[in-house]
Structures are given as C-alpha cells and as structure tokens.
C-alpha cells in the first residue's frame, strides 16, 4: 500500500509561490491516483489539484484554477502541487492522499475527499505579511 508524506510548507508573502512535494513509499506511484487537499480552521477539505494514473492532471476548486498545478516524477516517486500567487485565504493545511476507486482517472475535477484515503500528515501553508 502506499504511503504518503507531505512537505514544502511555511510562511510565504502574498503573491509568492510555493511547490510543496507528497512523497510516496510503499509501491509504484504510477498505479495511484493522488489528491491534494486544503482544509482551514472551521472550513470543510477541498480539492486543489489531483492526478491521475495515467498522470494527467485535473483542476481544484474555482479559487485556486490558474494558480495551483499538479504535477508527479515517478522516479523520484513525489507528487508536487505548484501554487502561485499566493493569498492569505490560500492559508490552511495541506495535504495529498490516494484515491483507491480510479474516480480521478475519469474526472474532470477532483472528486470530494470522502473517497480519497491513506492521507498524510499535512503541511502547514501560511500566506501572510
């Protein structure tokens, strides 16, 4: 099974950038498909990029469309979400997980996180000045 450990995190400026990374282990990343979600305090976990096995990637929420891309190397076996532009309601915890039912093999967004599992740790993104 594969196992998934988020990192790249921190405090950047608005409209700065950062790529965080979604380590995997376990098996081949090829053979997943990978979410990656944000949840703020007192707010629901929404999608903000995901990808297929195939490795075509699927848009997020309307807020973050333009700015934030899903990417992956299998050979380094690392999922990346690339955001730009960066605001201060872009501040919450981020994090990837797997989607087992292949839904994001087929969709054209990110299917809701209820069928996404084996969810790492989180990495806090805080956009301040």
């Known amino acids: 099974q594969l196992q998934l450990v988020e990192s790249g995190g921190g405090l950047v400026q608005p409209g700065g950038s950062l790529r965080l990374s979604c380590a995997a282990s376990?098996?081949?990343?090829?053979?997943?498909?990978i979410g990656w979600f944000r949840q703020a305090p007192g707010k629901e976990r929404e999608g903000v990029g995901c990808?297929?096995?195939?490795?075509?990637?699927?848009n997020g929420v309307d807020t973050v469309k333009g700015r934030f891309t899903v990417s992956r190397d299998t050979a380094n076996r690392t999922v990346y979400l690339q955001m730009n532009s960066l605001q201060p309601e872009d501040t919450a915890v981020y994090y990837c997980?797997?989607?087992?039912?292949?839904?994001?093999?087929?969709?054209?967004?990110?299917?809701?996180?209820?069928?996404?599992?084996?969810w790492g740790q989180g990495t806090q993104v805080t956009v301040s000045s």
């Open positions: 997980a797997i989607d087992p039912y292949g839904f994001t093999d087929k969709a054209t967004s990110c299917p809701p996180a209820v069928y996404f599992g084996s």
């Open positions: 376990g098996a081949p990343l090829e053979n997943y498909a």
């Open positions: 990808i297929s096995k195939s490795g075509r990637s699927t």
